[in-house]
């Protein structure tokens, strides 16, 4: 069964400085997706990372993979409010390609 | 171009009582599934297709039955609703099954009372 785990469960930030939220998954995969969702909303896509060093960035965020480690990051740099949200990372199974998701994280960037 | 419509948008339901969550798409995506999600526990999958006339289940399928007779509509269906199903669910669809990102509904609040 594959177990996706993100840390931290919460992280609340200042404006302006950086951070890393990580997302470890249990077996091999080399499909993992990064989402956003606000609050009462529904999720949007972020980030698809589909090999091993893969790297994409858009505005303040960075996301990466490593899938020998089943590790992927999410870097937030100089935060500012409007990233205030909960991210998801999901794990596409080879089977049927169905999705599992990690708990999310909450970010709270504060002035 | 609507993407994917969830109906109704909030629900509340007496224990023991039935209905059916719809889930539309127009964007012909093969790939659709049903998703719940509780507080910090995350999304958990339901039911899934990967295309007309195929189904199964996910992580949490108990107490739900799904079809999907057409590529557009994947309804969700409560045969007798409990309090423990009280959630938001969310449906989401893919192009193909492999690579793409899901797209998601707006989600249905349902509470079970």
């Known amino acids: 069964e594959l177990k996706v785990e993100q840390n931290p469960l919460f992280l609340s930030m200042q404006e302006g400085k950086n951070y890393t939220i990580y997302c470890n998954y249990s077996?091999?995969?080399?499909?993992l997706y990064w989402y956003r969702q606000d609050p009462g909303k529904s999720l949007e896509s972020l980030f698809v990372?589909?090999?091993?060093?893969a790297v994409k960035q858009e505005g303040r965020l960075m996301a990466s993979l490593d899938t020998k480690a089943r590790l992927s990051t999410l870097h937030i740099t100089a935060a500012v409010h409007d990233l205030s949200a909960t991210y998801f990372c999901?794990?596409?199974?080879?089977?049927?390609?169905?999705?599992?998701f990690g708990d999310g994280t909450t970010l709270t960037v504060k002035p | 171009n609507a993407g994917v419509t969830q109906t109704p948008k909030f629900q509340v339901l007496k224990t023991g009582q039935s209905m059916t969550l719809q889930c539309a798409q127009d964007?012909?995506?093969?790939?659709m599934s049903w998703y719940r999600q509780d507080p910090g526990m995350g999304l958990r999958l339901i039911h899934y297709?990967?295309?007309?006339?195929?189904?199964d289940q996910g992580e949490v399928p108990n107490g739900y039955n799904v079809s999907r007779s057409t590529t557009e509509d994947f309804p969700l269906r409560l045969l007798s609703a409990a309090p423990s199903q009280t959630s938001v669910y969310f449906c989401?669809?893919?192009?193909?099954?492999?690579?793409?990102?899901?797209?998601f509904g707006n989600g249905t609040r349902l509470t079970v009372t």
């Open positions: 989401a669809s893919r192009e193909g099954w492999n690579n793409s990102p899901l797209h």
């Open positions: 077996t091999t995969s080399d499909r």
């Open positions: 990372l589909l090999s091993n060093g």
């Open positions: 999901a794990v596409a199974s080879t089977n049927a390609g169905k999705s599992t």
């Open positions: 964007m012909n995506h093969e790939y």
């Open positions: 297709s990967v295309g007309a006339g195929i189904t």
